[in-house]
């Protein structure tokens, strides 16, 4: 086992690598397939599930972010109320920490998935333990929730690619001082 960008990777003890399509027929994942067994391969669709149900409920939270967010901005609108406004942002605040949770467990989930695929992983069979990987940089509570999908969804005070803010205005005309 190696580290790669901070995860533990297998390497391949064949000749072939299972990423090469002039090995496999083709398709990177029939050399994988055919290496694993049926419990395995049953193992692999319950973790994808669990990603599949995650992905889902970050998408509902979108969805329901936007909707009690336009409904307080626009009742604050009608209300001319600033208050009510800032109240508006304490549901967008908690709408992003459930999205980055739902989001930050897909990540682990994928990882577990990672190693149950490869023919000579060490995970046990039906195993849905995470634990291992809540070191992983990329499933840091902190790189999940400035995510750049959930940093430009739900309006990071300072996405990580959002360019300098202007610190002069232009002028309006060539005349003006």
């Not at 304490?90 to 998935?113: G, M, Q, T």
Request: aromatic share 10%; proline share 9%; net charge positive.
């Amino acid at each position: 086992m190696t580290t790669v960008a901070g995860r533990r990777v297998k390497k391949a003890t064949s000749g072939l690598d299972p990423a090469d399509p002039a090995h496999t027929g083709g398709h990177p994942s029939h050399a994988t397939h055919s290496a694993l067994s049926a419990e395995r391969i049953k193992h692999l669709e319950f973790i994808q599930a669990v990603i599949g149900r995650l992905a889902g409920n970050s998408f509902l939270a979108k969805g329901w972010a936007m909707t009690v967010a336009t409904a307080i901005y626009g009742f604050a609108a009608s209300r001319l109320s600033p208050a009510i406004a800032a109240i508006g942002m304490v549901p967008v605040a908690a709408f992003w920490l459930l999205d980055a949770y739902f989001l930050r467990h897909e990540r682990l989930y994928r990882f577990l998935y990672d190693d149950v695929r490869q023919p000579d992983a060490d995970v046990v069979t039906f195993s849905m333990d995470t634990r291992p990987y809540n070191g992983d940089k990329w499933a840091s509570w902190r790189s999940v929730t400035f995510s750049i999908t959930l940093a430009v969804f739900y309006g990071s005070p300072k996405p990580p690619t959002a360019p300098a803010p202007r610190t002069q205005r232009p002028p309006c005309s060539p005349h003006h001082p």
